[in-house]
């Protein structure tokens, strides 16, 4: 239920690796967009459709607001396309206790791997992707229940932040078992953030569009709109974005859907909360 921190230098070099794997995944990324529709897909978010980014907590969306994304926890919108966050590869703080010790990545018996900007939230072992889907799996049919259209799953790159204890592969396999799950649902599946993943997540896991914080700030936009065209959605912070907003709405290739919240995804009517979208 909120915004990445500045990973900063996991961030720019995310950009640099995203590039590379970009290059590396162009005739995957040209035949995802050039295939044709499968008419039993699940329905993807409107290309260039207007955005709120309510993770913080739900609250009436501005008028000519088109996509929502909300906490799991939370009722979708009426009559608008709605996205379910999901937090399927770390703890959600105050949410440790659910979880089975054995599927916490530990470093030794008695100490558990943190996620060091997040140090309330623990790491999943994705080794075990099958029992850690057994967990979620409900999550995600429970989101299809509640009426939403599409989920998000955040924290896909855990593995950078393990010291090499997990694997690039460790996740992809759990991300393909949750992707699969989504569209048993009916749901479609977002990836959120790890822009140097997106050709392998979208390629092999399957993922449908995704979810981006400050592509614009650490120019990695590329990095997803490369691989997911206009089916990207873009949050930016007004601590990290380095220009107007306008400027970035005016900005070539920028995502079709770009958005600025305030860090904390605040509701409106509380301190420091802020919306703006491009026209």
């Known amino acids: 239920m ?6 900063g230098t996991i961030r720019r070099a995310s950009a640099a690796l995203a590039a590379a794997a970009i290059a590396a995944a162009t005739l995957a990324g040209c035949a995802a967009t050039e295939s044709t529709p499968d008419a039993n897909a699940p329905a993807l978010p409107p290309a260039g459709g207007a955005l709120d980014y309510q993770l913080g907590g739900a609250y009436d969306p501005p008028a000519g607001v088109q996509i929502v994304a909300r906490d799991r926890a939370a009722s979708p919108a009426d009559g608008l396309y709605n996205i ?28 558990l791997v943190h996620d ?11 080794r075990q992707s099958a029992s850690i889907a057994d967990v979620v799996v409900p999550w995600i049919r ?14 896909l790159d855990t593995y950078t932040r393990t010291g090499g204890a997990l694997t ?15 569209h048993d649902a009916g749901l479609a599946a977002g990836q959120k953030n790890a822009a140097e993943d997106a050709p392998l997540l979208h390629s092999r896991a399957g993922f449908d569009f995704a979810v981006t914080e400050e592509c614009v700030a650490y ?32 900005a070539p290739g920028r995502p079709a859907s770009l958005v600025l919240r305030d860090r904390d995804l605040v509701t409106p009517g509380e301190a420091g909360y802020a919306y703006e979208r491009c026209g």
């Open 2 to 7: 909120r915004a990445h921190p500045i990973r």
């Open 84 to 111: 379910c966050y999901v937090n399927a590869f770390q703890t959600q703080p105050g949410e440790l206790d659910r979880w089975p010790d054995a599927l916490l990545l530990h470093e030794d018996k008695d100490t």
């Open 116 to 126: 060091p900007d997040w140090p309330d939230e623990v790491i999943l072992d994705t």
């Open 142 to 155: 429970g989101c299809a229940d509640d009426g939403f259209d599409a989920v998000e799953f955040d924290n």
């Open 168 to 182: 690039r592969d460790d996740n992809l396999a759990l991300a393909t078992l949750l992707v699969t799950a989504a």
């Open 219 to 250: 120019d990695e936009c590329d990095a997803y709109t490369s691989v997911y065209g206009e089916h990207v959605l873009a949050i930016e912070y007004p601590d990290t974005l380095t220009v107007p907003f306008a400027q970035a709405c005016a």
